[in-house]
């Protein structure tokens, strides 16, 4: 990559020139960005203002990558978790150490989703009670049909039999 990835911090947004590089490296790295997300708001943490793009990939890993004022990268994040790089001046090789921490950390982050377990919205309410109710009335009402038809036979028998 020639030169450093600068991002233009008071006008950062998904459209973006450096964040569409961003995400063109990744994907020449191998990774499939399914959304790019940037926080329109400012955070301030230790000192330091920053603004945050949130890179979704096909596995559902997350990185976030924290931008601060002059428009360079100052902290990564991959799956909400602090990631030191060695290479952060050289945004290709930065880019490659991204990648193999996600690659090293792919089988337990999966484990992790799997054995997550998702709450429905207190609002979301699933039809089977309903559901189950209308089934037992449609057959307690069946049960009285066949009731009812086994009284019309038993009393049409006697006469034809008489």
Request: aromatic share 4%; no cysteine; proline share 4%.
């Amino acid at each position: 990559m020639a030169g450093k990835l600068l991002f233009s911090f008071d006008e950062l947004t998904q459209k973006d020139k450096s964040v569409k590089v961003l995400e063109k490296h990744f994907k020449r790295a191998g990774a499939n960005v399914v959304s790019v997300d940037v926080e329109p708001r400012i955070k301030r943490a230790s000192g330091v203002s920053y603004r945050e793009i949130s890179l979704t990939f096909s596995d559902s890993q997350v990185v976030k990558l924290r931008i601060k004022r002059p428009g360079d990268i100052y902290q990564v994040m991959l799956n909400r978790k602090v990631m030191p790089l060695r290479h952060q001046d050289d945004h290709a090789k930065a880019i490659g150490e991204i990648m193999q921490a996600m690659e090293k950390g792919r089988t337990a982050f999966q484990k992790r989703m799997a054995k997550a377990k998702v709450k429905l919205p207190k609002r979301m309410k699933t039809a089977a009670p309903r559901m189950e109710k209308q089934l037992e009335e449609k057959r307690d009402a069946l049960k009285e049909a066949v009731e009812d038809a086994r009284q019309q036979l038993a009393e049409l028998k006697p006469d034809a039999v008489a």
